[in-house]
């Protein structure tokens, strides 16, 4: 075995999709030949939490914790939040919203002080205690994950002091990204020369979708492409448990969406194209449930109030990962929506695999042309419509109700081609990855 370490923020009882990218790492590399020790927070202040998950880490994986300064307790006061709020979901808005003079100066010292991120703070602990682990545990080479990009300039400290090689892992593109504060020509420039230096140093990236590697590529085209590799993200098939159908209490035809939904990621689109069905009688918004699952932003819970479905739309807070798992195999349905941004042609969220793995009919709300549109057709998935094509999500709503009520399903997944999307075969790439840039033992 060789000994690989991993920094990441985002770990068991981390809850969210960021998560399970580097839990499924850890839970499969041992079957590759490597040892992962993770290095990870104390008590972060996470988005959600899952308790649970924290029985999916392999025993005898090492876990070292360290601690953190989190800004955003300071941050909820500034603008007026209650203790605990969610600010990823109410701080990504729509483009032209309004916002408070309290937020507009929380925004400014966020984009000015917290380079590359509000969790820097974590710099210091993590970097003294990751050097503890390469000298105590032998480590052989160092795996990253971001965001936050934190964890990037973590591991780039550590590889710059040990010499160790180093996969810097993105599951999102880093500057000018729609989840990144909007600064000012200093802070920006200090933030674009940090990402230049990982990708510069890292031995290999390796991304969860394309987009990123052109994202990098385009903004420094004299980076060795070479280094950039694409591991996607995945499913993994035992997460999936045996469901009892005869359990639903509602035999309404029922499509559920799981995740966050805020700013340019939200139903607006599907909720019109629904509301058309409706006024045109090809639905009766009685016969129908649309569930969504998650957190939602104060925008997104107001498009929930003021649609004229009225009851048909049902709103679930966030579930731990195993139960919403089962609530995919529930469904009849399922509810995809892309962020409307520059870059949503080129975005993969990681939950579609959970989805396309689970065999329910997929709504894909996302560009028509693109790697969402590219996935779908390769896996026969569902449909792809724009958030413009109203009449296009109506079409395709409308095609896969008929088809449940008829009892007949015209469209089959490919599941050779879905299959290659297993986590465990992302994991194997990882490991393949890692033994190429490490010395010969």
Known sequence: MKNVLIVAYYFPPSGGPGVQRVLKYVQYLREFGWEP?????RDGNFPARDESLLNEIPDGVRVIRTEIFEPYDAYRKLTGKQKGTAIDVNTIRKEGAK???SERIAEFVRATFFIPDARIGWYRHAYRAGLDAIARYRIDAIYSSSPPYTCALIARGLK?????????GFRDPWT???TTPDRWAIPAAIDRRLERSVFTEADAVEVAWLGIRKDALGKYPSLDASKFHHLPNGF????YPVVDASTRTDDRYTVTYTGSMYGRRNPDAFLKAVELLAQRGDIDPANIRLRFIGRFGDEVMQMFRSSALGSAIEVVGYMAHRESIAQLLLADALLLVVDECDESDEVVPGKVYEYIGSGRPLMAIAPEK?????LVAETRAGFVAHQS?????????LGLYREHVSGVRTLVPNTE???RYERRNTTGELARLLESISPRS
């Open 37 to 41: 020790t993770v290095l990870t927070v």
């Open 99 to 101: 916002i408070s003079m």
């Open 389 to 397: 094509n109203i009449e296009g999500i109506a079409r395709g709503f």
């Open 236 to 239: 993994d098939s035992a997460d």
């Open 370 to 374: 693109g790697a969402i549109a590219d």
């Open 417 to 419: 081609a879905i299959a």
């Open 160 to 168: 710059r002091r040990t010499g160790l090689p180093w996969v810097a």
């Open 176 to 178: 000018r990204f729609i």
